[in-house]
């Protein structure tokens, strides 16, 4: 069982930077690959960014490219989500998710789940 908690959301304004972060409670945590996700109102949950286990490979969705940066810290299992130049499309509850064995960007292929943490852009 892996125990997931989000924390960093918060009510900005467009241009302004926020850095989203994951605990995660696990023994072995360096055995999941992790991956942030967002849902606004009425839409369905999207990738947002995938970090693989050892951090060195990272996919993004078009959407946060060059704007969004997700990196992990095994030693204190976390990983983290920068973004930067946030825009009001990006209002959204932001999850943390974390995936044993799946390869692929969609929420269906993660299996643990943290609670979220609301993130709102105004104009």
């Known amino acids: 069982q892996v125990r997931l908690v989000e924390s960093g959301g918060g009510l900005v304004q467009a241009g302004a930077s926020l850095r989203l972060s994951c605990a995660a409670s696990?023994?072995?945590?360096?055995?999941?690959?992790m991956g942030w996700f967002r849902q606004a109102p009425g839409k369905e949950r999207e990738f947002v960014a995938i970090?693989?286990?050892?951090?060195?490979?990272?996919y993004y969705a078009n959407s946060g490219k060059g704007r969004f940066s997700i990196s992990r810290d095994n030693a204190k299992n976390s990983v983290d989500l920068q973004m930067n130049s946030l825009k009001p499309d990006d209002t959204a509850v932001y999850y943390c998710?974390?995936?044993?064995?799946?390869?692929?960007?969609?929420?269906?292929?993660?299996?643990?789940w943290g609670q979220g943490t609301q993130v709102i852009v105004s104009s």
């Open positions: 696990v023994r072995t945590f360096s055995l999941y690959r």
């Open positions: 998710a974390a995936d044993r064995d799946g390869g692929s960007v969609y929420p269906t292929d993660f299996s643990f």
């Open positions: 970090i693989s286990l050892s951090g060195c490979n990272t």
